[in-house]
């Protein structure tokens, strides 16, 4: 399926590594033009090399997402190296699972205020964007946390807050044409990841986590990049509003 993506302009935060830099390879795969950012500098500049070697524009910078004039710039200049923006993705997250205050506040900057922000300063270019073409699309990566607790926890709050959100953006902005999804996934394992460091430093939780799954696994990045990109294509134009879960029925929910 041609998901009508060759020479748009997508923005992924926190697309060093991880689902982030997955949801940035398979956007340049399709022929997108990419700008990302992550905090470490380096990581950037390999992951821009990377994605030009596609055959794409790429544009990357390094940014602390919780400064918020910092990461507003980077949006506004990510817009004028690739000409506009068609699609935005927050990825980036804190990443911290506890209920002191300083976990509450690092998941609200940057989880929250991250997906706020770039959503704020990216506004007029996906107007414009569909203004010309008819789509442009606003997706924000969750988690399945946001509907799952055993106890107080700033990381499922905060992801259930930016579901919350997005709903709010979908309906003010379908008018425009301006789409806005929410991608939840389930347990995913990477090398250097959450999954992957607890399998490195507690092997027997890691294999009753998967054992929890009727999969009998956990999921590939690749494999939540594919599902937000559709649902940034034009393919998926009428779709808005949603929250995809993608977790191999690890979640007992009915999502509807």
């Known amino acids: 399926m041609d998901l009508q993506l060759k020479g748009k302009n997508a923005v992924v935060t926190g697309a060093t590594r991880g689902i982030g830099r997955a949801i940035a390879?398979?956007?340049?795969?399709e022929g997108a033009n990419v700008a990302?950012?992550?905090?470490?500098?380096?990581?950037?500049?390999?992951?821009?090399?990377?994605?030009e070697a596609k055959g794409v524009k790429a544009?990357?910078?390094?940014?602390?997402?919780?400064?918020?004039?910092?990461?507003?710039?980077f949006v506004a200049k990510a817009a004028e190296?690739?000409?506009?923006?068609?699609?935005?993705?927050?990825?980036?997250?804190?990443?911290?699972?506890?209920?002191?205050?300083?976990?509450?506040?690092?998941?609200?900057?940057?989880?929250?205020?991250?997906?706020?922000?770039?959503?704020?300063?990216a506004a007029p270019f996906l107007e414009k964007?569909?203004?010309?073409?008819?789509?442009?699309?606003?997706?924000?990566?969750?988690?399945?946390?946001?509907?799952?607790?055993?106890?107080?926890?700033?990381?499922?709050?905060?992801?259930?807050?930016?579901?919350?959100?997005?709903?709010?953006?979908?309906?003010?902005?379908?008018p425009k044409k301006?789409?806005?999804?929410?991608?939840?996934?389930?347990?995913?394992?990477?090398e250097g990841g959450v999954w992957g460091n607890v399998k490195a430093g507690a092997p027997a939780f890691f294999e009753q986590m998967i054992k929890r799954n009727p999969t009998g696994r956990m999921a590939t990045p690749?494999?939540?990049?594919?599902a937000t990109v559709f649902l940034a294509s034009p393919r998926s134009a009428f779709t808005t509003g949603i929250n995809m879960v993608v977790d191999g029925a690890i979640s007992r929910r009915a999502n509807f």
């Open 178 to 190: 301006v789409r806005c999804n929410v991608v939840s996934p389930g347990t995913v394992f990477f």
């Open 129 to 174: 964007a569909a203004e010309k073409t008819g789509d442009a699309a606003f997706l924000i990566t969750s988690s399945i946390s946001a509907a799952e607790t055993d106890a107080p926890g700033s990381y499922g709050a905060m992801k259930a807050a930016q579901i919350h959100f997005a709903k709010g953006v979908a309906r003010a902005w379908a």
């Open 25 to 29: 390879e398979t956007f340049a795969d």
């Open 81 to 121: 190296a690739l000409g506009g923006v068609d699609i935005l993705v927050s990825n980036a997250s804190a990443l911290v699972q506890g209920n002191s205050e300083a976990d509450w506040q690092a998941m609200f900057d940057i989880d929250m205020l991250g997906a706020v922000r770039t959503f704020e300063i």
């Open 36 to 51: 990302i950012c992550a905090r470490n500098a380096e990581q950037v500049a390999e992951a821009v090399k990377a994605l």
């Open 59 to 73: 544009f990357g910078q390094a940014v602390d997402i919780a400064d918020g004039p910092a990461l507003k710039a």
């Open 222 to 226: 690749e494999e939540i990049a594919a």
